[in-house]
Nanobody, 125 residues
Framework: QLQASGGGLVQPGGSLRLSCTFS????????IGWFRQAPGKEREGVSI????????IYADSVKGRFTISRDNAKKTVDLQMNYLTPEDTALYYC????????????????????WGQGTLVTVSS
């Protein structure tokens, strides 16, 4: 099971750190990522990290602002979010899949089998 945490209210330009904690063996999952869904919009991929943490993928909208990291010993995947804007406001979910997929499909929510509950991020002054 996956448990997401760390959401909250932050002012534009601020930072938040989300954490996804696994209750089982995190090493079972070759790809883990963060997705988000804003009101009235489809769920979109934000960032993905592979099993060893050596490869990461970011949506263009968050490149240079967000950083994903993975600690297999602690069984966590974190998303450090800096320079937040109101457009980052959404319900953020962590998700995982067991097998690798091609990079072009990695940010597609439909490719992920396991999902945590969402954590709400609100960016507002």
């Amino acid at each position: 099971q996956l448990q997401a945490s760390g959401g909250g209210l932050v002012q534009p330009g601020g930072s938040l750190r989300l954490s996804c904690t696994f209750s089982g063996f995190i090493s079972d999952y070759s790809m883990i990522g963060w997705f988000r869904q804003a009101p009235g919009k489809e769920r979109e991929g934000v960032s993905i990290i592979d099993r060893r943490g050596g490869n990461t993928i970011y949506a263009d909208s968050v490149k240079g602002r967000f950083t994903i990291s993975r600690d297999n010993a602690k069984k966590t995947v974190d998303l450090q979010m800096n320079y937040l804007t109101p457009e980052d406001t959404a319900l953020y979910y962590c998700a995982a899949r067991r097998n690798r997929i091609i990079v072009s499909a990695a940010l597609s929510a439909a490719q992920y089998e396991y999902w945590g509950q969402g954590t709400l991020v609100t960016v507002s002054s």
